[in-house]
């Protein structure tokens, strides 16, 4: 084995100068790919459905990166490989922050998150690499505890800060949030829709608007051109928002696709095939508030307080913020997530509450309508990482050593032939292991729950209350489980880390196992408790990432145990691969199925499927020693 001296030009440069931003660099693609595009998307506009489905697509290049991963050695170095991936994605980056503000944004950004999938694996594939090759044994033991930490610290800045940031940009970049409360009493006297009253705008800092909410007429009298005379409410009530909705998509405040998902066409047809509806008939919630003939309606019209600039969407949101969570917005009726331009600015949008009928008391609630400019928020993040990258690679090209190793490595590999005969084997030898049945379904289960859970926790996060979800913004999310869950996981995984040292592998499996699965409760519990404080929220989310981390500790070191051999590089990354498709195909139903049932019933769901995380640690087999301080394996 070649000495420290020898295994670059440079071998008074200490690792400090690059293991921490190599690994922060590995860590940031893959939580864009993965996290920021499905908080991006949801906040654009896009289907529950459709998000987890595509994003879930995206974990497809990690999955199959061990089928390429012989050829970085072929080509080139791994210190090529990891400036020229590093350059790829910044473009890449760049690319997204770019076509975010297109029509066709959701179809051009999902082919360029693909671009940056690939790019990441075959980075993490080449830098993992060039840290075994760069460092000597010592050193990589020295030094793993940095470069698995600084790839958290990068997934608490994109889950976390970069949320962050694109949710303060979100709130400073539109008119001052309007603040709409609503006032119902049982008392009240009921008044017909009026079109002609004067609404609130940006500017003004709330109003409160009174109506009954349990009394409604069993008719209304209309003069309508072609309806005159007494017709029933509900009747009335379908017909008032059938004619809003038209208003407000002829008015350009929605557009042509549906309200829920900015991917459907024109032509598509509508509503849920027969599959989809026996299961929500069968193991859907059952809402009694859903029917609309039980409940009252108000209808709210809002304009902006001044014209955005030319060619600039600002889109207002309108989210439950406190008071009875019986008055509540429906997005199903009237879309509150309203496009404003600087054509249609002047003109009135129009929103839609319903009234509890068994609201039996006087009652207010608070709404809150920010009117950010969500497009270019997310413009800005994704080019404040294109900087980074950019930077980060020019950093690089002179801060990363050039192992010698390496250098002969190379010329003595460029033999195509030797090395997909090498290549063979290696995948023969993987699945002549005793116990691979096992061993497979072990990768592809045991992370089952949270495969499914991981899609919709954001979502769950975001969407209002009356659509099954906390209602919190985008600003919050970024706190609540870009910062407190981040931090939560990261503490699960060192715990964990530290009890496996002490007590062996086998010990804590089924502990470990337990820990991912009870922590799920927690957002049951959140799904039956919507308008919980913030700091409940934080809490429940601190506790199931901590459980999550904790017993993600046995999977990591079941595939390094389950890897050991001559080929245990290339074992690791088959396990891995099997690892990302395991969270991959659950994860492209869940959203379906989340938006089939409602979130209730998905997280039960969930802990449903826990059985499986617990039932197949039953079926693997454990040497006792291994992870034990002093076993050398």
């Not at 170095?77 to 890449?92: D, G, S």
């Not at 993040?381 to 190379?410: I, K, N, Q």
């Amino acid at each position: 084995m070649a000495t420290d001296n020898t295994r670059h030009k440079s071998g008074t440069r200490s690792p400090w100068a690059w293991i921490p931003t190599l690994y922060f660099a590995q860590g940031l693609p893959y939580v864009a790919v993965m996290t920021l595009s499905v908080i991006m998307y949801k906040r654009l506009g896009i289907s529950n459905t459709d998000i987890a489905l595509y994003t879930g697509w995206l974990n497809l290049p990690w999955v199959i990166k061990p089928f390429w991963s012989p050829f970085v050695d072929i080509i080139s170095t791994k210190r090529r490989w990891t400036l020229a991936m590093q350059w790829v994605i910044a473009a890449a980056m760049a690319a997204v922050a770019f076509t975010i503000p297109a029509p066709f944004f959701f179809t051009a950004s999902l082919a360029v998150f693909w671009i940056i999938g690939f790019t990441s694996a075959t980075h993490d594939i080449a830098a993992d690499g060039f840290y075994m090759l760069a460092l000597d044994s010592h050193r990589q033991s020295l030094y793993v505890g940095i470069r698995s930490t600084f790839y958290r610290i990068a997934t608490v800045a994109g889950q976390g800060l970069l949320v962050i940031i694109a949710g303060l940009i979100e709130t400073s970049s539109g008119a001052e949030p309007l603040q709409l409360n609503l006032q119902v009493s049982p008392d009240a006297e009921w008044s017909p829709v009026d079109l002609t009253a004067n609404f609130p705008t940006g500017e003004n800092p709330g109003a409160d608007l009174c109506f009954m909410s349990t009394v409604r007429p069993g008719s209304v009298a209309v003069t309508a051109p072609r309806m005159v005379g007494d017709i029933p409410f509900a009747l009335y009530k379908t017909s008032m928002l059938d004619s809003l909705r038209t208003l407000n998509h002829l008015n350009g405040f929605v557009s042509d696709v549906s309200a829920g998902s900015r991917t459907q066409s024109a032509g598509k047809p509508s509503g849920p095939g027969a599959f989809t509806r026996w299961v929500r008939d069968v193991f859907g919630e059952k809402r009694e508030s859903s029917d609309p003939v039980s409940d009252n309606f108000v209808v709210v019209g809002l304009r902006l307080n001044r014209a955005p600039e030319p060619g600039r969407e600002v889109v207002l949101n309108m989210n439950f913020r406190s008071g009875d969570p019986g008055i509540r917005s429906e997005q199903n009726l009237l879309s509150p997530r309203l496009t404003f331009t600087s054509v249609n600015w002047d003109r009135t949008a129009w929103i839609a509450f319903e009234i509890d009928h068994r609201i039996d008391a006087p009652a207010t609630a608070r709404f809150n309508g920010s009117s950010g400019n969500i497009p270019f928020a997310w413009s800005v993040v994704f080019g404040v990482l294109s900087a980074f990258f950019l930077c980060v690679s020019l950093y690089h090209g002179r801060m990363l050593p050039r192992p010698e190793t390496e250098a002969r490595r190379t010329e003595e590999n460029r033999g195509a032939r030797v090395i997909l005969s090498e290549f063979a084997g290696t995948f023969r030898s993987f699945f002549r292991k005793d116990g691979v049945v096992a061993a497979i379904l072990f990768m592809l289960l045991y992370r089952l729950p949270e495969a499914q859970l991981v899609k919709l926790i954001n979502p769950f996060l975001l969407d209002p209350i009356d659509r099954g979800g906390l209602g919190l913004s985008t600003g919050e999310v970024g706190l609540v489980y870009g910062t407190i869950g981040i931090i939560g996981l990261t503490l699960g995984g060192i715990i964990g880390g530290i009890a496996a040292a002490r007590g062996g592998l086998r010990r804590w499996l089924h502990p470990m196992a337990w820990s991912m699965s009870l922590t799920c409760l927690t957002f049951v519990w959140l799904s039956y408790n919507q308008t919980a404080s913030l700091l409940t929220v934080n809490i429940c989310v601190f506790v199931e990432q901590f459980g999550y981390g904790f017993g993600f500790t046995a999977f990591m070191l079941y595939m390094i145990y389950f890897s050991r051999g001559e080929h245990k590089t290339s074992h690791y990354a088959i396990c891995t691969g099997f690892m990302a498709l395991g969270m991959m195909l659950p994860g492209m139903a869940a959203g379906w199925l989340q938006e089939t049932i409602g979130y209730r019933h998905f997280f039960i769901w969930t802990i449903i499927c826990c059985v499986a995380t617990v039932a197949i640690c039953h079926f693997i087999k454990i040497d006792p020693k291994f992870g034990l301080k002093g076993n050398k394996d």
